[in-house]
């Protein structure tokens, strides 16, 4: 069991018994295993709603999926994990100059109040703007709840946010579904547009659904084409949870060098990561890519008005090891 009061930075399963970062070994029989799992599904993700509204046609910033509450959220988004209120200031600014309108942090990421001084900067309009944070796990419950969520919000100098998540489950600690009812009490009076969840797996969201009567209206996971959720999303599309997914590049597991990404990204005439955001895209999830780089934000933008073939998309299903760059399992991991 971990504990952290910080993003954990995620790191190889295989790290953990090397100093080095470790190459991605690719079992082959597990691919084409993972292959004709994926050959047996139906395609749940073709025609699911989150993309029904996104057309190729017009600007990112008015790009929006609709949620099960009725809420918007635009389709790729900035994340900020392990970036000081400093460092978070100037780059959420650039990120925002850049066209990025969804901005992801977290209470436990410390950088807050730099977050809030680059939105204000921006003097973009509110209702433009989409802000997810998180509640960290000290504070589950129903008293905490309600001081943790003032305190993101005094820091982001905002009066709501858009997007509130329970960080982590804890199951150990048994509170996720008390803050989640109590999250859905401060939707209601205004501080929250959509309540939501990261790192619970399709029984935890059964379990607030049956407890609660309402299915959170995104869960964010660690989701890349090493480690696709293939089960997570059939689920949550079922209950029209949108599936936004973090470290959505593969963080430093080397995926976006892999031969196949590489192949398909000279095809199609773009970037590696690009390939990877698109598949992300086609796939009704919502990537939230880190980079402080403005070139990278603007390259990370450039993901709609193009598209990956359907053998393109099925070559990308074909590179799930199953493996968990993060090594993080929800029903261990321990978030303070
Ligand atoms: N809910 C959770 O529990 C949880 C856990 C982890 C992360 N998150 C969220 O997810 C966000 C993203 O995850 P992550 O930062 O771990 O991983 P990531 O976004 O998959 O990868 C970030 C890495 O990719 C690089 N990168 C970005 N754009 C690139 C491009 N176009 N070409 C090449 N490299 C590129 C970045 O480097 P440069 O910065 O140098 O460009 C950085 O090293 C976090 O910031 C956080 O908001 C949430």
Do not use: C
């Amino acid at each position: 069991m971990s504990h952290s009061t910080h993003e954990p930075a995620p790191q190889s399963k295989a790290a953990t018994n090397t100093a080095q970062e470790p190459e991605i070994e690719y079992d082959q029989e597990k691919i084409d295993q993972a292959g004709r799992e994926a050959e047996k599904q139906e395609d749940f993700f073709d025609d699911h709603e989150f993309n029904k509204d996104l057309s190729d046609q017009v600007g990112v910033a008015d790009r929006r999926h609709t949620l099960h509450d009725g809420n918007t959220i635009p389709p790729i988004g900035l994340g900020t994990a392990r970036m000081d209120n400093g460092v978070a200031e100037g780059v959420v600014y650039e990120a925002l100059t850049a066209g990025f309108r969804l901005i992801d942090t977290a209470a436990n990421y410390q950088n807050e109040s730099g977050v809030g001084r680059a939105l204000k900067d921006s003097l973009l309009p509110r209702e433009d703007l989409f802000v997810t944070t998180k509640l960290p796990g000290r504070d589950h419950g129903t008293d905490s709840v309600r001081r943790s969520l003032e305190g993101s919000l005094q820091r982001l100098q905002l009066e709501k946010v858009d997007l509130y998540l329970i960080h982590w489950p804890n199951p150990q600690r048994g509170l996720y579904v008390e803050s989640f009812r109590t999250m859905l009490e401060l939707r209601e009076e205004g501080l929250i547009g959509s309540v939501g969840v990261s790192n619970f797996t399709p029984e935890m969201v059964d379990e607030l659904i049956a407890k609660v009567g309402e299915a959170p209206a995104v869960n964010q996971v660690e989701l890349q084409p090493q480690f696709q959720q293939e089960a997570l999303r059939a689920h949550h599309h079922g209950h029209r949870v949108l599936v936004e997914a973090w470290a959505p590049l593969g963080h430093d597991s080397k995926v976006i060098n892999h031969e196949w990404i590489q192949e398909i990204a000279a095809d199609q005439g773009r970037t590696p990561a690009q390939v990877i955001l698109r598949w992300h895209i086609q796939n009704g999830v919502v990537p939230i890519p880190k980079t402080s780089k403005p070139g990278r934000m603007a390259e990370n933008l450039d993901v709609f008005g193009w598209e990956l073939s359907a053998e393109q998309m099925h070559r990308i299903k074909l590179l799930h090891t199953g493996l968990s760059a993060s090594g993080l399992d929800p029903w261990e991991h321990e978030e303070l």
